[in-house]
């Protein structure tokens, strides 16, 4: 029996994260779990306290302390797992008194070029230079790293002089099984739906698809959104407050719909695209972050360029107008979401990779 620490911030795509991996990791028998969910909100009199209130890096960093201090009174965890590695930078005494493994969507300095669609400031020279500074420390301590993507290790690799063989690409996915459409794509005759689901309506790209609909709505189609934002009443367009992550609402609504639409200016790897792949749903989506990866131009979906109002009408007429293209994107974007995106084998992925550092840990203290 192995025990696995988790330390998982709690913001944006990384709850969804969480959810997924604590379904998926309490099958297997050879491990334990014990988990440290670091909130992202600042609630009471610490909303007031300078630096803490305003630094995510420290406030994620004391809260995995605290969480940590909390989880070895009752139990030593054989091996730690970090994701992101923002938690981690002011735990590097941790790093260095327990083998760990450290998990990112992104770098740091990924995330700072994308910074301005999160509403993310970077700070001064010397703020920045001691960030990666730290980032640097915790990957040289980490025993691995592991990656939702190629585009992710990339970055450590040329921007943080991570080597190679140290990292792993092991993507979130979805449970495929669970989002798959119980009835077949129509080709045709019946009213199309467009998908959005993102809950920043402006950095999604939510606003540049209302106007590519309004310029094709003469083609009898209806938008569905997903949002938390408020969207003025319009002819053809649906919005939903209040869907749950993997909940069978959310789910029924991918089944009913045929084109999935995220033309997001700012993002690492959305999770809903691997969901819309699973649905069998054809996608338009944007060459940001490490999305080409999971929607393939022409293969499983079509990208335009951020912000390129004309260019998604134009993918997503050709969806409407074409159904033989429409359903063939849908049927590779499933094969493909099962072949790289499966969430169950994934975490088994991770699960055996944690596992045998656990392993090679227990071997050395043994030998010493």
Request: net charge neutral.
């Amino acid at each position: 029996m192995y025990t696995i620490g988790f330390v998982i911030e709690q913001v944006l795509g990384h709850i969804t994260h969480t959810q997924n991996l604590r379904a998926n990791v309490c099958d297997d028998p050879d491990v334990r779990t014990e988990w440290v969910l670091v909130p992202y909100e600042v609630t009471g009199l610490a909303r007031h306290l300078p630096v803490y209130a305003t630094n995510w890096t420290v406030r994620a960093g004391l809260g995995a302390r605290r969480g940590l201090a909390q989880m070895v009174r009752e139990v030593r965890p054989d091996v730690l797992f970090f994701h992101t590695q923002v938690p981690a930078m002011l735990a590097v005494d941790w790093l260095r008194r327990f083998p760990s493994i450290i998990s990112l969507d992104a770098t740091s300095l990924q995330y700072d070029r994308l910074g301005e669609f999160y509403d993310h400031q970077t700070g001064s020279l010397t703020s920045e230079l001691l960030k990666w500074r730290l980032s640097r420390v915790c990957f040289d301590l980490a025993r691995h790293i592991v990656v939702w993507s190629d585009w992710a290790k990339q970055g450590l690799i040329d921007e943080y002089v991570v080597p190679a063989e140290k990292i792993t690409v092991i993507p979130p996915g979805v449970n495929v099984r669970e989002w798959l459409r119980p009835t077949p794509l129509k080709p045709d005759g019946h009213q199309l739906k467009i998908l959005f689901v993102g809950g920043n309506l402006e950095r999604k790209g939510g606003l540049l698809l209302l106007e590519a609909f309004r310029s094709l709505r003469h083609h009898g189609i209806e938008l569905h959104l997903v949002t938390r934002d408020p969207v003025a009443p319009e002819p053809g367009v649906f919005v939903y407050h209040d869907m749950q992550p993997n909940s069978d609402r959310l789910k029924a609504l991918y089944h009913c719909c045929d084109i999935f639409a995220l033309p997001t200016y700012g993002d690492c790897l959305p999770m809903v695209l691997s969901e819309a792949g699973a649905a069998g749903m054809a996608t338009v989506s944007t060459r940001v972050g490490a999305i080409p990866e999971v929607v393939r131009h022409d293969e499983t979906g079509l990208l335009v360029e951020p912000g390129d109002g004309a260019g998604l009408t134009l993918a997503l007429q050709q969806l409407v107008l074409n159904p033989a293209l429409r359903l063939r994107l849908a049927h590779a974007a499933v094969a493909h979401i099962r072949q790289a995106y499966d969430l169950q084998v994934n975490s088994r992925r991770l699960l055996e990779l944690l596992k045998h550092e656990a392993a090679a840990a227990r071997r050395q203290v043994r030998v010493a």
